[in-house]
């Protein structure tokens, strides 16, 4: 009985994380070193290259390896053409740094294209062909996928979902475009919203909101609906734009509860055509904080079969 | 020397149109009727018939019969689910009611799609595999062709990109959605709008606006710009869904000549991703008003080749 396995790797802010899978989706082993300070590609490369090193010494049968990474990837030319998070990163050729210290089958891809495909393969969006990804979380991220194959658009960047408009004349977003829905939900606003909607100049992370929501706040309830609301409200473009049949919502602040995603299905089943919203199904992602190096590891699965 | 031939129907709320073409997309014949008043299923339905019977009596070389209607076409179940130009249609089997009397193959299909498909193989949209078609007249219909297939969605609904939004707290669309870029464009409010923006209540039609813009109205050429950063707003929110190579823009409101270009642009160059607003070609449709009959007799050759 042969057993291929897949190495995915999750390059984040804070942390990189991998895996090693089997063609099951099951985890065999994971580690996760923080991401070195500073984020200069030199250390980063580096600190990816003992991750891969030191996982595949203990796991041979490793057919290939699948990155994650946020900002825009050119999986065609290999490259990270921009990261909001990474400053300074403009066009670094980090597959071809990492392939000159790495033999393994390697393959590049947004972050966010792999959290979809890992919950289309083994999480919430498993019986769909048609669905986009949403990550809530520091920034919004998302990803399409159309029947069953992730759509990456005519140069590698469809799926910018965050930085839809839900309002022309609304502000402006650091990526140059006004109203974006990450401009609203991304951690930084949500905070600085909440600390206005709650009165309260202490809220310094979502989950104190969703503590104080939990508790009965209704201050607290009544914003992480108006956030859900607003996410819905994109998600209604999305629907008529798509046709998807789910979303899939993940990050942190998909964590918020039962009030977000009640804002969320308000605004669906208020604005968009009747026939689709009751077609769609909007759903939370269900694997968790592996979900973006598990996607990796689909990827890495892919470029070992191609050899 | 054989010529395969197809005939193209285009439903429209004016006026029933059909063409005979042959495989390189040359008009060999074209007839025009008017919707009969009332619009009622079998009144439609027979027009369509004869015009039907009429054609392929001089022309027996037709392999199969495309017809594009406005609104939601279930391609699958063959029916108009609903149809916002036709009162009272609702999950009409048009196809069924039109093969009853018709013996060739015949497909359904929506009627901006049908534009679309025609601009991606003969006019504006020729060189490219990513492309999203945008029809503005009466309403604000949408269409998205992806690696060189329509892209029809989970339920033959993919598309309406006349119903994205751009203002989630802005004016309610009759489609149930608020803030709908057809809430601003179509032609009924633009009329509206034209009539406030330019201090004018004898405006009754979009061609006043351009006639005045083109004597170098500033007021005019204001507005026009107006309504094409509007429109271009939506663009910028499909350009980072979709990341296409081309949009393809056309309908009588496409016809308002270079300050509404000039509006659509602007507001791609100023607000998307820079390496996406360099990449995306803004083109006016070629093919005039026979497009849409156009397209629909490319789906008439695809009906027909399945046999």
Redesign the interface.
């Known amino acids: 009985m042969s057993h291929k396995l897949s190495l995915g790797i999750d390059l984040g802010g804070t942390a990189i994380k991998a895996v090693v899978i089997d063609e099951s989706g099951n985890i065999l082993n994971s580690l996760q070193v923080d991401t070195p300070p500073g984020r200069a590609v030199n250390d980063v490369t580096q600190a990816i290259v003992d991750l891969i090193n030191s996982l595949y010494r203990d796991r041979p049968g490793i057919v290939g390896v699948g990155l994650g990474s946020p900002g825009?990837v050119d999986e065609g030319r290999k490259i990270i053409?921009?990261s909001p998070n990474f400053p300074g990163w403009q066009n670094v050729p980090l597959w071809k740094l990492i392939k000159e210290q790495v033999s393994l089958p390697l393959a590049l891809e947004n972050d966010v294209n792999c959290f979809a495909l890992a919950e289309h393969h083994w999480g919430a969006g498993r019986t769909?062909?048609?669905l986009l990804g949403l990550a809530v979380g520091t920034g919004v991220g998302?990803a399409?996928i159309?029947n069953d194959q992730l759509?990456?658009?005519?140069?590698?960047?469809?799926?910018?979902?965050g930085?839809?408009?839900?309002?022309?004349?609304g502000p402006k977003c650091p990526?140059?475009?006004?109203?974006c829905v990450e401009r609203y939900l991304g951690v930084q606003w949500f905070i600085e919203a909440a600390r206005e909607a709650l009165d309260d100049d202490q809220i310094s992370a979502p989950d104190q909101v969703s503590s104080l929501a939990a508790q009965g706040n209704q201050n607290a309830i009544a914003f992480l609906e108006n956030r859900g609301e607003?996410l819905g409200?994109?998600c209604?473009?999305?629907i008529?734009?798509?046709?998807?049949?789910a979303i899939i919502i993940g990050g942190g602040i998909a964590q918020s509860g039962e009030p977000f995603f009640r804002g969320i299905k308000r605004a669906i089943q208020?604005?968009?055509?009747?026939?689709?919203a009751d077609?769609v199904q909007v759903r939370s992602a269900k694997l968790g904080t592996s979900a973006g190096a598990i996607g990796a590891a689909i990827i890495g699965f892919e470029t070992g079969s191609l050899l």
Chains 1, 2 share one sequence.
Do not use: T
Request: hydrophobic share 40%; aromatic share 14%.
């Open positions: 825009l053409r921009f769909f062909k048609h998302g399409v159309l759509y990456r658009g005519s140069s590698g960047a469809a799926g910018e979902l930085h839809v408009s839900v309002d022309l004349w990526c140059g475009n006004f109203g607003i409200s994109a209604v473009s999305l008529h734009a798509f046709d998807p049949e208020e604005r968009a055509y009747p026939v689709l077609h």
